[in-house]
């Protein structure tokens, strides 16, 4: 997966908006535009896309710790210059304060399943002899399991919500 296509699930998965984006870029200490935010998410295929380096992902997914989980005290930690799908998904864990039953539980509503030692390897240090490299797939599969968890949408022909009346009238 590119930075850009992580960038993209992300943004559709909680449904942010373009001053929401900037404001997670901010909360990392870096200032983005709205352009620069729309370059980033144009299609692959589209002339204007441009690439979403490592720096600024991992800039953008500090942005999002610090949104959710109030900002560390003293000074932030620096981007990382490189990611591996390992580090974004430790990062997405951290920021959205998961527990490994919930990270098995957002990758089953995708269909996956995995165990708890698979899932645990993925978080160990690159020198442990039992680390494993989170491929594409279980990103992706995490990635989609929480736009399903937090996109709930509505059933076509079902009542609005908030409505105290009946779905039809007679």
């Not at 620069?36 to 979403?52: G, M």
């Not at 720096?55 to 620096?78: H, K, M, V, W």
């Not at 098995?104 to 494993?132: C, M, N, Q, T, V």
């Amino acid at each position: 997966m590119t930075n850009n296509d992580i960038l993209r699930r992300i943004r559709y998965a909680f449904d942010f908006g373009d001053s929401k984006m900037i404001a997670l870029f901010a909360a990392a200490d870096l200032q983005v535009t709205r352009e620069q935010i729309s370059a980033w998410l144009k299609r692959d295929d589209d002339p204007a896309l441009r690439e979403c380096d490592a720096s600024e992902l991992a800039t953008f997914l500090n942005g999002l710790i610090n949104d959710r989980r109030g900002r560390r005290e003293g000074s932030q930690p620096e981007p990382e210059r490189r990611l591996n799908n390992n580090i974004i998904f430790r990062k997405l864990r951290i920021a959205l304060n998961l527990k490994d039953d919930d990270l098995l539980e957002i990758i089953a509503l995708a269909g996956r399943r995995l165990g708890k030692p698979e899932l645990s390897a993925f978080f160990r240090k690159p020198d442990h002899k039992h680390y494993r490299i989170c491929k594409d797939q279980v990103l992706r599969n995490f990635l989609t399991g929480l736009a399903l968890k937090n996109r709930e949408e509505k059933k076509p022909g079902s009542p609005p919500e908030s409505s105290s009346e009946p779905a039809f009238k007679w």
